[in-house]
């Protein structure tokens, strides 16, 4: 199995101000990796996917890159609805499709 | 417009069972991968089964041979068969389409408990 690891665990942002949030695949997982956002209360919602393609309507502040065991999440500037926990998954090679245990972006 | 939308979801005592429903429109759920995913409170998302081409299926380690995934054309709906049902299988379940989850229904709430 392929353990996600993601971290800080917690990241504390001012609005305005760049997030980076990272993941590490405990093996090679080529470029399939995505990434998810879930806010309260709410599913996740699809963000990256390929490890840098942005889906279907979501903003251009969003980006993602890396390959292999190393990649990331950036925010360029954190607008009041992006606090929410980010999750990133690896659907290289499955089952289990795994996830990452998450990074809370909160606001500083 | 693609929609997910599950049910079937409750309290039910250990060793119950319980069948969870996702209804979808504006796409066939025969022609993608479709998937459970699981959400015990306050914790992260654990995949739980994947129905895929011919109906081929895999399951977490934590709930092969109890649980069971299908789905039928006729209602365009996929389905979660939930058996010997333990507290730690207490979560919010969604349904996700696809290899990369692009769409999320809004859950169904499980509750195992005495």
């Known amino acids: 199995e392929i353990v996600m690891t993601q971290s800080p665990a917690t990241l504390s942002v001012s609005p305005g101000e760049r997030a980076t949030l990272s993941c590490r695949a405990s093996?090679?997982?080529?470029?399939?990796l995505a990434w998810y956002q879930q806010k309260p209360g709410q599913a996740p919602r699809l963000l990256i996917y390929?490890?840098?393609t942005r889906a279907t309507g979501i903003p251009a502040r969003f980006s993602g890159s890396g390959s292999g065991t190393e990649f990331t999440l950036t925010i360029s500037s954190l607008q009041s609805e992006d606090f929410a926990v980010y999750y990133c998954?690896?659907?290289?090679?499955?089952?289990?499709?795994?996830f990452g245990q998450g990074t809370r972006v909160e606001i500083k | 417009e693609v929609q997910l939308v599950e049910s079937g979801g409750g309290l039910v005592q250990p060793g119950g069972s319980l069948r969870l429903s996702c209804a979808a429109s504006?796409?066939?759920?025969?022609?993608?991968?479709m998937n459970w995913v699981r959400q015990a409170p306050g914790k992260g998302l654990e995949w739980v089964s994947v129905?895929?081409?011919?109906?081929?299926?895999y399951y977490a380690d934590s709930v092969k041979g109890r649980f069971t995934i299908s789905r039928h054309n006729s209602n365009n709906t996929l389905y979660l068969q939930m058996n010997s049902l333990r507290p730690e299988d207490t979560a919010m379940y969604y349904c996700?389409?696809?290899?990369?989850?692009?769409?999320w229904g809004q859950g169904t709430l499980v509750t195992v408990s005495s």
């Open positions: 093996q090679s997982v080529s470029t399939n």
């Open positions: 998954q690896q659907y290289n090679k499955w089952p289990p499709f795994t």
């Open positions: 390929y490890a840098s």
């Open positions: 996700a389409r696809g290899e990369i989850y692009d769409y």
């Open positions: 504006g796409f066939s759920v025969s022609s993608y991968y």
């Open positions: 129905i895929y081409s011919a109906d081929s299926t």
